[in-house]
């Protein structure tokens, strides 16, 4: 994430950035890499798996709901950024 300093300066959203070897820094996302193994174990070959496949556990994931969201699924608070016109627009 070179350019991180330009799109913290360019968006006033500051970017943090995690040490390497911490996963305790990003637990949202060692939860995530969790639930992906249920799918995907470690070390597959994801060329054995289709589109349609990776689709699949795609909405599997984004439908599921997380703590962390206040029990609502990925897709619910994204929905809802969307519609707040809090997103950001290009």
């Not at 995690?18 to 060329?47: D, F, I, M, V």
């Amino acid at each position: 994430m070179a350019e991180h300093q330009a799109i913290t300066a360019e968006t006033g959203m500051p970017i943090y950035l995690c040490k390497p070897r911490s996963p305790w820094q990003r637990g949202t996302n060692e939860n995530t890499n969790r639930l992906l193994r249920q799918y995907l174990p470690k070390g597959a070959n994801l060329h054995t798996f289709s589109q349609a496949d990776l689709d699949a556990i795609a909405h599997e994931l984004n439908h599921r709901p997380r703590r962390t969201h206040g029990y609502r699924t990925p897709a619910e608070v994204y929905a809802d950024l969307l519609n707040s016109g809090d997103a950001l627009t290009a």
